[in-house]
């Protein structure tokens, strides 16, 4: 058919309508249907690591991981709470100094310290976000941008925290089966817990400040608390990856604040499809080893590495994860109109 | 009715860059009324609305709720202590489905005080509230995406997101506008049903016809200004209303 | 429909790129007489000077061993395979993991035996050396990474650390270097009022401050000492200020590209004082006509000697015409020599020590004393940190040049010295 | 006497790397953070055309100009269109193209020292006392060239006036007959050119690193958050303020200080002036 008289039409799976909403599933087909995309993801993961024998693309998957999780925290913030973050790496750098420096002065062993990280982390970006919540869209971004760009000056000027040189000799975790299982664990937990999360009314408040922030004042709702509860959540998961990383390679320094991670998240939700969830774990496990097979170009890798990123964003906005649900969800053919 | 006003608003104005939405604006509200507000467009209505319910800083001027000065009070605060408003622009939660709508307003502090904590299953409590205001209730209505709703509908569910707080005063901004005349129908009972539950409404109205037979007291406002308050016989009578608000010349009975 | 097609070709379009490449890279491994190739992986940000120039004198050490067959172990003969990878670690906002990630991908994936080079930002080196001692691989430091915190870490443990050697000599040396021209100009033109810039960087910190009080035990007067963040790009305060308390040397201690705004103000200015100091811009060979030759009379630290030909180091000059010749250009960066170096020491380790094993290499590199390199006698001291010294005889030499009708003459320190200071002419 | 010179100087310098991103963002709402590798690329082009092809110095820095600004246009047509109304993805595209231009250049091999254009004129004046180069004077000349040019062109020239109507409110720009895409791709184009403008006027001090893109680019978005973003106005008022800060911050404190000046500034005028020094966005939102 020419492409004008023609338009391609989208019919639900009768499996979808079914399995819908909140009737009870006895059929195995609808079990299965629901079932399977999430057991592939869940086993996929746990598994990859065993099949994985080079040790090398195991560190990598370690940073799928990182990635997938930044990224899920900066999708949380702009599509649940409605604040686009722009600093994720003030996350990263600011658990990762905390867990160190506690680590490093006050001899925390690796589990406390990651625990304080996370969370001691969290309260300490929020508080510093805290004055910028009010702002909306772009605002917020930019402010958030800025934040991690500040942070290595002042450590620099001051010479804390080891200055430039940076907070070394930080311990490792003891093997590589470490390395992998915690990062992947807390990703799988993460994903589940939030997704639940932005379906429980707390999530549906957020969603709605998102929507309108106007109505839920009208309905008697302080905006702010609910706003500053969500950047805790998100900042909590930058901050557990900062102090993961500062105990993967037993270092901290200022490039922690490095615009990658404030960056990189964000091209991961956009590839992986932002709005989704799970599309972060999808775009970090396509973006991070693209970039490292990309390795062989030498300097030039970056370059193509952007360029596809651009071609990316353009032709397919909707994201992967939400192409591939589609095609999970729906089946398609062309009318003729 | 109790002699003592319920919602005491004195001298509020507001100034947008020298255009004066309200100036010195200020009337009583009683326990039981339902308060329309008339007068042309840009006179000042929805600014009037806004700044009672603190959506826009006041420049001067003292709301007064049951004697309790608000006038300083956070939008969401005000809305807390029971005094409700719909939006002229509907706003609801576009992406969430019409019970859901309502899931979010049953959360607030209000209603977990009143209820104190023993609400139940939020989700049935939500679509009773929508069969209040009139959605069919075994359809797919109150299940669909607030996004596809139509007017009508929309109209609705905002009284239903200020109902579902148990307010003590609700303020339409215009609902009876966009709607056709059998929505209207449909509508003029369920304000009055509220009324005999006892809230206090305020009603910003361009439908006289609907707005007389239920208003008891009518505030019409001209460039900011209140120029006229009475009863809707006195309000019909008044000439200053005629010239500003109609035009000079003409019936009452243009709508 | 287009879109779908124009978005599968990107996609497919990268991966044959990428795989193509793999391909070449394969086919560039050629097959070898005898005995494995002995890989070399250099960590380096080659996005930059300092990491080109090493990449290309690490080459051409390893293209010359090869050529003369090779090294020799039991029996065999073993040709060399360098394998460079870019550690974008010199660039802003890069994350240190990925230069560590780099690291690791030589050891585990391509095989390396040997690390030579990087990497170069003095945190992702330390935070490198914790992977050397865990994968258990002879690492030679040879370009940047200056910081006298590698010396702390070896001193404090050197059974942990013991693989990690470095020849890149350490930011001390560079303040002894300085203080010893100095006070040379001071003996010559009787020049005593130094104004110091530092850069906000641990190393330069750490040099300059040291520069600052070294000089003020030997007498002079320090009318300014102030530290510029890491990429400013206005110094006209600073050099107002030294005009004002009519400083006679101006001493900059930057490694960042802005340098060479400083220097074409100093030459815009016509400032009554010699701009000497570690300036990473004035080093580059096509300086002179980048600035069009306002970098006239500028003396330049240059960290360990070789880059600059001088007949004193006989085989530095011989360096450099290789270098010329086989990539047309004089040593881009200050390290090239050191780089250079490592590689022949390495390699003399190895022939020592008869073996690859690492411990017994890193034995053997403790050992190291070889005469007459590009940069005079290179030892190790007991924090595996070259020996330094102003007698080429004696240890590895820094080296001071000063741009004079665009070539660099080597005016410091006088063993090795060429020349000796001029003062531009509005100065006399 | 010379600090007041010097910040002037500074400040120029910073409005002029500003001017372009606050333009961008004030017509057309699009967040450009390509500027950065834009005004690097300029920096090369120019070498190139005068080292490598030998055209005469006019002839570069017009050649680069006009190529610069075909870039930008292209860069809205091809890529920012389709992603508008996105930011996460607007802000992503730009991002990268602009890192796709600069790792670009770093792999052509461009990398050294070696890399710089020439000054205008070359010597230096003595201004109340002060010796200052005539590189900096000129600074400051086209420093207030460009702000005079814009104000003329936003005021008196019709395409300048259709950019105001869209900056205020695109809708109805385009209900009276202004062509948004068209106009985007203009503002584009004409933010790109300031951009090579700055690269031409500022590079000569120093000479052309990569690095240098990203500074640009954190320094023009800083400008336009004090300023405002999207009033160009409040970028030059911005620029003024931070060069002096800036400056005096260098002269009577310490050099090591005046970035983080620059980043608290930002800050400040978050917490006390969201939308920044001249920026109305605020106030439109209050209406309900």
Redesign the interface.
Same mark, same amino acid.
């Given at each position: 058919m020419p492409q004008e008289d023609r338009r391609k039409e989208r019919l639900d799976r009768g499996v979808k309508a079914r399995t819908e909403g909140i009737y009870a599933i006895s059929a195995p087909r609808d079990i299965a249907y629901l079932l399977i995309p999430r057991l592939v993801l869940i086993l996929g993961l746990l598994i990859l690591p065993l099949v994985m024998q080079n040790i090398y693309w195991q560190k990598v998957l370690c940073i799928i991981c990182v990635f997938a999780l930044l990224s899920i925290s900066f999708n949380f913030l702009t599509h649940f709470v409605g604040i686009v973050n722009l600093g994720n790496a003030l996350f990263v750098g600011v658990g990762g100094y905390t867990s160190a420096v506690l680590h490093s002065s006050f001899k925390l062993s690796p589990v406390l310290s990651i625990i304080a990280g996370t969370f001691g982390g969290a309260l300490i970006s929020t508080i510093l976000l805290l004055p910028c919540l009010p702002a909306r869209g772009i605002y917020f971004a930019i402010a958030s941008l800025m934040y991690p760009l500040i942070f290595p000056r002042i450590i620099e000027a001051l010479n804390i925290f080891g200055g430039t040189d940076g907070i070394i000799g930080v311990a490792t975790f003891p093997n590589i089966w470490v390395d992998q299982y915690l990062i992947i664990v807390v990703l799988l937990v993460t994903l589940f817990v939030l997704r639940r999360l932005v379906n429980e009314?707390f999530g549906? %408040?957020l $969603?709605?400040i998102?929507?309108?922030d106007?109505? %839920? $004042?009208?309905?008697? %709702?302080?905006?702010t608390w609910y706003k500053t509860q969500g950047v805790f959540i998100a900042s909590a998961i930058g901050c557990f990856t900062g102090a993961y990383l500062v105990h993967l390679y037993g270092w901290a320094g200022i490039s922690l604040f490095g615009l990658d991670f404030s960056i990189f998240p964000i091209a991961v939700s956009v590839v992986g499809g932002s709005g989704t969830l799970v599309g972060s774990v999808v775009g970090s496990l396509i973006l991070v080893p693209m970039s490292e097979m990309l390795r062989a170009f030498g300097t030039l890798r970056i370059m193509i590495y952007c360029l596809i990123l651009v071609g990316f964003i353009t032709l397919k906005p909707e994201g992967l994860m939400r192409y591939f649900t589609r095609k999970y969800e729906q089946f398609e053919h062309w009318k003729r109109v | 009715m109790t002699n003592k006003p319920i919602l005491k608003v004195s001298e509020v104005s507001k100034y947008?860059g020298g255009i004066g939405a309200a100036k010195n604006v200020s009337f009583d509200l009683y326990e039981g009324d339902i308060l329309g507000v008339i007068g042309p467009n840009g006179s000042g209505k929805?600014t009037l609305i806004?700044l009672i319910?603190g *959506?826009?800083?006041k420049d001067s001027g003292h709301v007064f709720f049951r004697g309790r000065d608000i006038t300083r009070l956070? @939008?969401?605060?005000i809305?807390?202590i029971g005094i409700?408003?719909t *939006?002229q622009v509907m706003?609801?939660?576009? @992406?969430?489905s019409a019970y859901?709508n309502l899931?979010?307003?049953l959360? @607030?502090?209000?209603v977990k005080r009143s209820s104190g904590g023993r609400l139940g299953d939020?989700d049935t409590v939500a679509i009773d509230l929508l069969e209040e205001v009139g959605f069919e209730r075994d359809s797919y209505v109150p299940y669909k995406v607030a996004s596809v709703l139509p007017l009508g509908y929309l109209k609705r569910l905002e009284l239903a997101?200020?109902l579902?707080?148990k307010p003590e005063i609700i303020i339409c901004d215009e609902v009876f506008s966009g709607l056709s005349m059998s929505e209207i129908a449909t509508m003029v009972p369920l304000l009055e049903k509220l009324h005999i539950e006892g809230i206090t409404i305020m009603m910003i109205e361009h439908r006289l016809r609907e707005l007389f037979q239920l208003a008891n007291k009518v505030i019409v406002m001209n460039f900011g200004e209140k120029i006229a308050e009475g009863t809707p016989g006195e309000i019909t009578a008044n000439e200053k209303v005629m010239e500003a608000y109609l035009g000079t010349g003409g019936g009452i009975e243009l709508c | 429909m287009k879109k779908q097609l124009s978005f599968s070709v990107t996609i497919g379009l990268c991966f044959v790129l990428v795989s193509s490449l793999l391909i070449v890279r394969v086919s560039h491994a050629a097959p070898v007489p005898e005995g494995r190739p002995i890989v070399i992986g250099a960590p380096l940000s080659v996005g930059f000077n300092y990491g080109l120039g090493s990449k290309q004198s690490i080459i051409l050490a390893a293209e010359e061993i090869n050529a003369k067959g090779g090294i020799s172990v039991a029996g065999k003969r073993h040709p060399l395979k360098v394998e460079v990878a870019d550690t974008r670690d010199l660039e802003p906002g890069v994350p240190t993991s990925e230069g560590l990630m780099v690291v690791e991908k030589l050891l585990l994936q391509q095989k390396a035996d040997f690390l030579v080079g990087g990497p170069i930002r003095s945190e992702v080196m330390l935070a490198a050396m914790d992977l050397v001692s865990k994968h258990k691989k002879v690492s030679i430091l040879s370009v940047g990474a200056v910081t006298p915190a590698f010396n702390k870490r070896i001193s404090d443990d050197p059974t942990k650390f013991k693989h990690s050697f470095r020849t890149s000599g350490n930011s001390i040396h560079l303040t002894t270097e300085g203080i010893g021209v100095t006070e040379q100009l001071k003996k010559e033109h009787g020049f005593n009022k130094v104004y110091i810039m530092g850069q906000d960087v641990a190393w330069a910190r750490i040099s300059s401050n040291l520069y600052k009080s070294e000089l003020e035990k030997r007498g002079f007067t320090i009318c300014g000492y102030e530290l510029y963040p890491t990429g400013s790009t206005d110094f006209s305060i600073g050099l107002l200020k030294a005009k004002e308390a009519g400083a006679k040397i101006i001493s900059p201690w930057m490694d960042m590209p802005e340098t060479s705004i400083l220097i074409k103000q100093w030459y815009d200015m016509k400032m009554l004082a010699l701009l000497i100091g570690y300036m990473v811009a004035a080093t580059h060979p096509d300086y002179w006509n980048g600035t069009k030759g306002t970098c006239e009379y500028i003396a330049d630290l240059y960290t360990k000697a070789g880059t600059v030909p001088t007949p004193a180091l006989p085989k530095s000059v011989e360096f450099v015409n290789a270098y010329k010749k086989r990539w047309g250009t004089e040593p881009i960066s200050e390290y090239d020599g050191s780089c250079y170096t490592a590689v022949y020491a390495l390699v003399d380790a190895i022939g020592r020590a008869g073996t690859f094993d690492s411990d017994s290499v890193a034995a053997a590199l403790e050992k190291t004393d070889m005469k007459g390199t590009v940069m005079g006698r290179v030892r190790f001291d007991k924090t595996h940190d070259i020996i330094y010294s102003q007698d080429p005889e004696e240890g590895a030499v820094c080296l001071w040049a000063q741009w004079i009708k665009g070539k660099r003459v080597v005016v410091y320190p006088s063993k090795i010295a060429s020349g000796r200071i001029e003062l531009p002419p509005w100065m006399k | 006497m010379g600090i007041f010179i010097y910040s002037m100087v500074v400040s120029m310098t910073l409005l002029l790397t500003a001017i372009g991103f606050a333009l961008v963002y004030g017509v057309s709402r699009l967040p450009n953070f390509a500027h950065g590798g834009l005004y690097i690329l300029t920096g090369y082009l120019v070498w190139g055309f005068l080292n490598r092809l030998g055209v005469n110095y006019i002839g570069a820095t017009i050649l680069s100009l006009i190529i610069v600004a075909a870039v930008g246009a292209t860069i809205y047509q091809f890529v920012l269109k389709r992603v508008r109304g996105m930011p996460d993805s607007e802000i992503i595209a730009s991002f990268s193209l602009g890192l796709a231009v600069m790792e670009g250049l770093r792999s052509l091999g461009l990398v050294g020292y070696a890399y710089t254009i020439p000054v205008f004129v070359r010597g230096t004046v003595v201004v109340a006392g002060v010796p200052v180069d005539w590189q900096r004077l000129i600074i400051i000349g086209v420093g207030l060239g460009v702000v005079a040019f814009l104000w003329a062109f936003t005021h008196y020239t019709k395409p300048g006036l259709a950019l105001r109507a869209m900056a205020q409110d695109e809708r109805a720009a385009m209900m009276l007959g202004i062509d948004s895409d068209l106009m985007a791709v203009v503002c584009l184009a004409l933010g790109s050119a300031l951009a090579a403008v700055a690269a031409i006027t500022i590079l000569p001090l120093g000479n052309i690193t990569i690095e240098t893109g990203y500074n640009v680019l954190i320094y023009a978005v800083a400008v336009c958050m004090i300023g405002g973003l999207g009033s160009w106005p409040g970028a030059v008022v911005a620029a003024f303020v931070l060069g002096f800060a800036q400056i005096l911050t260098t002269a009577y404190i310490s050099p090591q200080w005046h970035m983080v000046v620059v980043l608290l500034a930002i800050l400040l005028t978050f917490i006390v002036r969201p939308s920044g020094l001249l920026g109305r966005q605020k106030q439109l939102e209050?209406?309900?």
């Open positions: 009314d549906l %408040i $969603r709605g998102k929507d309108n106007q109505a %839920i $004042r009208a309905s008697g %709702i302080g905006v | 947008f929805t806004n319910t *959506f826009v800083k956070e @939008s969401h605060r809305a807390d409700t408003r *939006f706003r609801p939660y576009y @992406s969430l859901k899931v979010i307003p959360n @607030s502090p209000r939020r997101r200020c579902a707080l | - | 209050e209406r309900v």
